[in-house]
């Protein structure tokens, strides 16, 4: 890629951001990654009745623990000024105009031209208005909205809007149109002042220089608005890519159950932020789900041609198999520090032993007590146990102890399969199922082997 990429990823901090979110900002950032280029943050929050200071530290927090760090950061609350003099450019143009309808008038309009079977967009009867009508109403104590007029009529039509399409080729989607004649003028700045995510995305994207915009796909027909805006403040529009949306395992949308889809959701289940990560990026692709340990690795696979246009389908299963796949393939040096924080003092020995049995990392604790704490043993043949206690090697002990001590238990007893180990893993381990005896029985240590099998708690 010749051009370095700068992107951006925009949440609104009226909440906590959630799988839908962190697949957008999973695909920015990782394109800027493979190409060199560089990530923006960019809180969009002047809707100030619901923006708050807790969900953008929140959203911080969330993109740090993923490791979705940024090279410049920035908040819209702060970029008024800005705004007001990009606003100003236009008006002077005549690309903003000035509206005094309610929405009760728009309502009513809205409802004839459907029952005259005409497409309910704005009629543009505030375009008819004259420069003294307009002082007059505002004189008058009549607040207007500005509404942008979109690039979509003839000298011969008048305002009258014609087929007008815009078009681009889609990073993801391929060659996509719009249609600006089947669309109304829309409002970028409400009745007090404040300014629509239309407007202010477009004069962030162009003072940010932004050159690559990656989002949803529920943004298409906001692009063709937003590019011919971009042409009106004189700026030539970025590349746009919309990824499909995901759905449940159901396939229904997932927006009525993001709550329980949180980033921190997953944090506080325990998930490592990789696999989230990697499901995020991966999910809705042609390439198969796997766990990453870096962030650079799947930054090598992304492809924005393999991301499909169907809903991409999310299964909360899928993800927690995905965690257990990446706990699996780490190394002890990927997690040393982690487990001496954990209060684990095992080593290497203990981690390739353990890792195989791990759904979330805290699990490691679980096997910990079991080599080394006091677990409650749970004697399900009793004759069974005082024979092996009766049989049981002494120390020293390695990975051969477990199939000589269980072969010479089998001699004595003459039992076999789940009638020999069964027992035997209850006792040691006070569980059904774990990792493989011969491993965690060395570090176990003879004494509370042998303690264990007598029924005594060590």
Not at 106 to 128: E, F, G, S, T, V
Not at 325 to 330: G, P, T, V, Y
Request: hydrophobic share 40%; proline share 5%; with cysteine.
């Amino acid at each position: 890629m010749a051009m370095k990429p700068r992107v951006r990823f925009a949440p609104s901090p009226t909440g906590r951001i959630h799988i839908g979110n962190i697949r957008t900002a999973a695909l920015n950032w990782l394109f800027a990654r493979k190409y060199g280029g560089t990530f923006l943050l960019r809180l969009d929050d002047t809707d100030i009745a619901r923006s708050t200071d807790e969900f953008a530290d929140a959203i911080r927090d969330d993109l740090q623990w993923l490791g979705l760090t940024w090279d410049d950061v920035a908040r819209q609350q702060d970029r008024t000024p800005l705004y007001e003099e990009a606003a100003e450019a236009l008006k002077v143009s005549g690309a903003l105009y000035p509206c005094f309808e309610t929405e009760e008038e728009l309502d009513r309009r809205r409802k004839r031209q459907l029952a005259m079977h005409k497409p309910p967009i704005y009629d543009r009867a505030a375009l008819k208005l004259s420069d003294d009508e307009i002082a007059t109403r505002i004189g008058s104590g009549e607040k207007p909205h500005w509404r942008f007029r979109l690039p979509n009529t003839t000298e011969e039509r008048g305002l009258v809007p014609q087929p007008t399409l815009v078009s681009w080729n889609d990073l993801i989607r391929g060659d996509q149109t719009v249609d600006l004649g089947s669309l109304s003028d829309p409002v970028l700045i409400r009745e007090d002042g404040t300014f629509l995510y239309t407007f202010t995305s477009v004069i962030d994207d162009i003072a940010f220089g932004i050159t690559h915009i990656v989002r949803g796909e529920d943004h298409v027909t906001n692009t063709g608005v937003q590019m011919a805006i971009f042409e009106a403040a004189g700026a030539t529009p970025p590349e746009f890519g919309h990824h499909s949306l995901l759905v449940g395992a159901d396939g229904q949308a997932l927006s009525k159950r993001l709550g329980a889809l949180s980033i921190q959701s997953f944090r506080d289940e325990g998930l490592e932020p990789m696999a989230v990560l990697c499901h995020a990026a991966l999910v809705g692709t042609s390439d198969a789900i796997e766990p990453f340990k870096s962030r650079d690795e799947l930054a090598a696979k992304l492809d924005f041609a393999k991301i499909s246009t169907a809903p991409g389908r999310f299964d909360v299963a899928d993800l927690k198999g995905l965690n257990s796949k990446l706990l699996h393939m780490l190394d002890y040096a990927d997690i040393a520090d982690r487990l001496r924080a954990l209060g684990i003092e095992g080593h290497e020995d203990f981690w390739h032993a353990v890792r195989g049995n791990l759904d979330v990392f805290a699990d490691a604790r679980i096997w910990w007590d079991v080599v080394a704490g006091d677990i409650e043993p749970v004697i399900e043949d009793s004759k069974m146990t005082v024979a092996a206690a009766s049989v049981l090697p002494p120390e020293p002990w390695g990975e051969a102890t477990w199939p000589e001590w269980t072969a010479a238990l089998k001699a004595k007893t003459g039992a076999k399969g789940r009638a020999l180990f069964h027992p035997l893993r209850l006792a040691l381990t006070g569980r059904e199922a774990g990792p493989e005896l011969k491993f965690l029985l060395p570090m176990m240590g003879r004494d509370r082997a042998l303690a264990r099998l007598e029924g005594k708690r060590a």
